[in-house]
């Protein structure tokens, strides 16, 4: 049986690290709201203009 050491070993997947925080920011944004959160506003909160905006390499 293999077991990985202990300590500060451990890979960290960044992408997976950014949806978890981008998801986060969502359900603080819809518990904050009085109402549903428009299309508009989720796309606010998970920055979707930003990417738009961004041009590709």
């Known amino acids: 049986m293999h077991v990985a ?31 549903r959160l428009s299309l508009e506003s989720i796309d606010e909160v998970l920055r979707v203009a930003e990417e738009r905006d961004t041009p590709r390499r």
């Open 5 to 35: 050491p202990v300590g500060g070993t451990a890979v960290q997947d960044h992408v997976a690290l950014a949806e978890i925080e981008l998801c986060g920011e969502l359900i603080i944004a819809a518990s904050a709201a009085q109402e």
